[in-house]
Structures are given as structure tokens and as C-alpha cells.
């Protein structure tokens, strides 16, 4: 069965204060690594998507890396409106069209 | 504005009622995703529909069922409601139907169970 892991559960920054979050899974033949971020009550919010290894994608202050075992998002420094639930998720042979998501990092930039 | 939208935004109902959760996917796409989140729980994948028909499921209890209409809406019918089934409900679509499609998420039916 496919699993994610994230890490940490909690963040909590200055404004300028860059840091990376840590996204680690188990999957039977990867499809693809997707991050979302969510705003407290809102549907998710698309962010990137990876498919291999030594993959990287950048989206403002925003950058996420792939290896074989894990994601990372990191956020360059960040301002308060960075502050979200991250989450992340992945889809794999095995588990047929069902995307498995972590338990998500709350991401707190203070000013 | 991710270009799904969901009906109705929150909905409180008894105990061992019935509901209906309405989801339009973007334009375009034929892939249509159930997700329910809870506290406890985080994000868990109930259902998809690919072109009406159904595609893969997850996590989805016995009292609730969905369906994918000609012009492509979803509607996700909870049945025999419990006090456990309060949740954010989301819709979200994509334009194929494989595991690698990004998927856009609609903004939440919010079900509260009295």
C-alpha cells in the first residue's frame, strides 16, 4: 500500500525565513508526486506535479525537488501570505487511479 | 478559482438522513474525483468516474454512492448519515483518467451531522 509521510507536522517562520518541507513515500512504481496547498476550509490548490527523480519545478518563491524516496518543497523567503497547509500526495502503479496524500505541514509566516 | 464547482457550499442535516453533493468538473475534462477530509483523517479518496462511467474506488462506505451524468456533473449521495460522516467533501476533476493527471480541486461541500 502506498504511503506518505510529512514532516514537520508544524511550521512556524519569519517573513524572509526560508525552509524546506519534507515529503517521504512508499510507492509501488511512481506515477507521479503532486503538492497542493490549502487554505483553512478551501478545496486544495495545485502547485506542481513530479514524475522522476532529479525533477525540479519552480513557481515564485516556490521550488520542489524528487528523489526516489522523497519531495521536498522549499519556500524562499517567505511572506505571510505563504501561510497554508501543504500537502502532499502520490499516485502509483499498484494503487490503480487512487492518489494517496500525506498528513499535510502547516506552514505559519509571521511578519 | 480552479474551475470546478460544488454545490452546496455547507449543508447540516440529521442523523439518518439522506444527501445529494453536486460537482461540475472544468471545462473539458472527463475525469471527475470524490475526497472526503476530516480532522482525524486527512484526505481520503472515495471515488472517480471517467466519461460516466466508474474508475476506481477507495475508502467508500456502503451508504454512499455516486454517479457521472451524460453532461459529465458527478453527484455523491450520502445515505443513513452519522455523526461521523461530518466532513468536508470535495470534488475534484482532471482531464484523463490515469493516476499521473493533475487533478484540480473544487472548493468543498462542508457536511455537519447533528
Same mark, same amino acid.
Given at each position: 500500500?502506498?504511503?506518505?509521510?510529512?514532516? %514537520?507536522?508544524?511550521?512556524?517562520?519569519?517573513?524572509?525565513?526560508?525552509? +524546506?518541507?519534507?515529503? =517521504?513515500?512508499?510507492? +509501488?512504481?511512481?506515477?507521479?508526486?503532486?503538492?497542493?496547498?490549502?487554505? %483553512?476550509?478551501?478545496?486544495?490548490?495545485?502547485?506542481?506535479?513530479?514524475? =522522476?527523480?532529479?525533477?525540479?519545478?519552480?513557481?515564485?518563491?516556490?521550488?520542489?525537488?524528487?528523489?526516489?524516496?522523497? +519531495?521536498?518543497?522549499? !519556500?524562499?523567503?517567505?511572506?505571510?501570505?505563504?501561510?497554508?497547509?501543504?500537502?502532499?500526495?502520490?499516485?502509483?502503479?499498484?494503487?490503480?487511479?487512487?492518489?494517496?496524500?500525506?498528513?499535510?505541514?502547516?506552514? #505559519?509566516?509571521?511578519? | 478559482? =480552479? /474551475?470546478?464547482?460544488?454545490?452546496?457550499?455547507?449543508? !447540516?442535516?440529521?442523523?439518518?438522513?439522506?444527501? $445529494?453533493?453536486?460537482?461540475?468538473?472544468?471545462?473539458?475534462?472527463? =475525469?471527475?474525483?470524490?475526497?472526503?477530509?476530516?480532522?482525524?483523517? /486527512?484526505?481520503?479518496?472515495? !471515488?472517480?468516474?471517467?466519461?460516466?462511467?466508474?474508475?476506481?474506488?477507495?475508502?467508500?462506505?456502503?451508504?454512499?454512492?455516486?454517479?457521472?451524468?451524460?453532461?459529465?456533473?458527478?453527484?455523491?449521495?450520502?445515505?443513513?448519515?452519522?455523526? /461521523?460522516?461530518?466532513?468536508?467533501?470535495?470534488?475534484?476533476?482532471?482531464?484523463?483518467?490515469? !493516476?499521473?493527471? $493533475?487533478?484540480?480541486?473544487?472548493?468543498?461541500?462542508?457536511?455537519?451531522? #447533528?
Amino acid at each position: 500500500e502506498d504511503q506518505v509521510t510529512q514532516s %514537520p507536522e508544524a511550521l512556524r517562520l519569519q517573513e524572509g525565513e526560508s525552509s +524546506s518541507l519534507n515529503c =517521504s513515500y512508499t510507492v +509501488s512504481g511512481l506515477r507521479g508526486l503532486f503538492w497542493y496547498r490549502q487554505d %483553512p476550509g478551501k478545496g486544495p490548490e495545485f502547485l506542481f506535479t513530479l514524475y =522522476s527523480a532529479g525533477e525540479e519545478k519552480e513557481k515564485e518563491r516556490l521550488k520542489a525537488t524528487l528523489t526516489k524516496k522523497e +519531495s521536498f518543497l522549499h !519556500i524562499t523567503a517567505p511572506k505571510p501570505e505563504d501561510s497554508a497547509t501543504y500537502l502532499c500526495a502520490v499516485g502509483g502503479v499498484a494503487a490503480g487511479n487512487k492518489l494517496t496524500f500525506g498528513g499535510g505541514t502547516r506552514v #505559519l509566516v509571521k511578519p | 478559482d =480552479s /474551475g470546478v464547482t460544488q454545490t452546496p457550499k455547507h449543508l !447540516i442535516t440529521a442523523t439518518g438522513q439522506r444527501v $445529494t453533493l453536486r460537482c461540475s468538473p472544468r471545462s473539458g475534462d472527463l =475525469s471527475v474525483y470524490w475526497y472526503q477530509q476530516s480532522l482525524d483523517q /486527512g484526505l481520503q479518496f472515495l !471515488i472517480q468516474y471517467y466519461n460516466g462511467e466508474e474508475r476506481a474506488k477507495g475508502n467508500i462506505l456502503e451508504r454512499f454512492s455516486a454517479q457521472q451524468f451524460p453532461d459529465l456533473h458527478s453527484e455523491l449521495n450520502l445515505s443513513s448519515l452519522e455523526l /461521523g460522516d461530518s466532513a468536508l467533501y470535495f470534488c475534484a476533476s482532471s482531464q484523463g483518467q490515469g !493516476i499521473s493527471e $493533475t487533478q484540480y480541486f473544487g472548493p468543498g461541500t462542508r457536511l455537519l451531522v #447533528l
